[in-house]
């Protein structure tokens, strides 16, 4: 069995076409944020009754990023909604 420091030897010496391994921009990682809000609230949804790599596979990315963009929205406007109560 090789140790983990010979895995990433040989993950050195294999061609880098198609990596992604590069620093993320703002806007990837909002991205994949907004997506595992999405994944999270779908998990709490079902109870835990499926696995949250289900929720969270390339399948439903869609469905989560739709989701969880809402949940963002929702939350800036409830703390928006409640700072002008406490101001006014």
Known sequence: MKTA???HANE???PQTG???GPM???AINY???EWFGAIF???LNAGRKSFHHCYSKSH???NLVVGYLLGLLFFIGVIALVSQ???
């Open 12 to 14: 050195d010496k294999q």
């Open 19 to 21: 990596r992604t391994d």
């Open 32 to 34: 994949h944020l907004t």
């Open 61 to 63: 990315r869609g469905r």
């Open 25 to 27: 921009t703002e806007a």
């Open 5 to 7: 420091v010979e895995n």
């Open 86 to 88: 406490l101001l006014f």
């Open 42 to 44: 779908f998990y709490l």
